[in-house]
Nanobody
Framework: QVQLVESGGGLIQPGGSLRLSCAAS????????MRWYRQAPGKEREFVAF????????TYADSVKGRFTISRDNALNTVYLQMNSLKPEDTAVYYC?????????WGQGTQVTVSS
């Protein structure tokens, strides 16, 4: 079965950096574009970043552009989100997402808290 497992979250001070990972299994990872989303308390889940199958194209939400970088390693079936210059408003649960055979899959999420 399809599994997505996020890791790498934690408590970080403003201006700091974190790298999130999402380990995928149960589908042909290299043939699937991947996305990161986040959900802050009391808010709807929002798009953060997208990467195509070979990593040649990436897109970002305006709120993270220039600070976050999405990447992938198809040999390891893993997608990453490098987050720099973190702000308190980046506090959220971060989820990776895959669409496989017309069905969307989500991981359990990893909490990122940006606070001094």
């Amino acid at each position: 079965q399809v599994q997505l497992v996020e890791s790498g979250g934690g408590l970080i001070q403003p201006g700091g950096s974190l790298r999130l990972s999402c380990a995928a299994s149960g589908f042909t990872f290299s043939s699937v574009a991947m996305r990161w989303y986040r959900q802050a308390p009391g808010k709807e889940r929002e798009f953060v970043a997208f990467i195509t199958t070979l990593g040649g194209t990436t897109t970002y939400a305006d709120s993270v552009k220039g600070r976050f970088t999405i990447s992938r390693d198809n040999a390891l079936n893993t997608v990453y989100l490098q987050m720099n210059s973190l702000k308190p408003e980046d506090t959220a649960v971060y989820y990776c997402n895959a669409v496989w055979r017309q069905r969307g899959y989500w991981g359990q999420g990893t909490q990122v808290t940006v606070s001094s």
